[in-house]
């Protein structure tokens, strides 16, 4: 019968004591349903959870990065220790361990995902060893839904309602007012 190594249930030990602390990183242009479901349930399974907006310079958002900010923001009563909305124009690596976090946090809403997914997890993981991926399947009420779709949505007059959170849809029907 195989013996458990009393040395490595001491860092075990060690490493249960931590705080757990993700990274949920993404564009959020802006943030939606689905984006908020994975963030809700990342806090139930980290101690802490840190969304960052990754600045793309590739990528001409729609809203500024102080908009996308104060979304994700306004979607929770309070923004305490266990939350924090940040941004970062590096690597999120580099971001996750500056701030301490062994883990990314992505959502994984279809087959259609799991290519460039699958590309983004090995990418990191040849860049930092030490931060782990962990994939949330999105919740299958948000399975078809994408910041882009809704945009456009919004955009043609479409009705996004129950899509992004209610300050989002109102900044949207403005933005395209
Ligand atoms: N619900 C709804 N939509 C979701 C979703 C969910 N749970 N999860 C993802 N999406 C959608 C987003 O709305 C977004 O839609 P869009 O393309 O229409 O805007 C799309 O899926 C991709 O979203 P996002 O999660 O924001 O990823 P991204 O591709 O914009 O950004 C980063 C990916 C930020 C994680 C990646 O580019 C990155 O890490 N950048 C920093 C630099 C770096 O470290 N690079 C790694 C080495 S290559």
Redesign the pocket.
Known sequence: MPTENPKSLNLAHQQAARPSIAVY?????PI????L??IKRAMCLFDKVIVVI?V?PN?APLFSLENRIAFIQQCFDSVDDRLQVSF?E????DFALRHKAGTII??L?ALS?FD?EFQ?AL??RR?ERKVETIFLM?GFR?IY?????I?EAAKCGGNIAGLVPDHVAKALKEKFA
């Open positions: 990183p993404g564009t959020f242009d939606t349903n689905g984006h479901d994975i990754a793309n990528k970062t590096g690597l999120i690596v992505r959502g809403r995902d460039y983004l990418m990191n860049l999105t948000w839904i994408s910041s882009t779709s945009k």
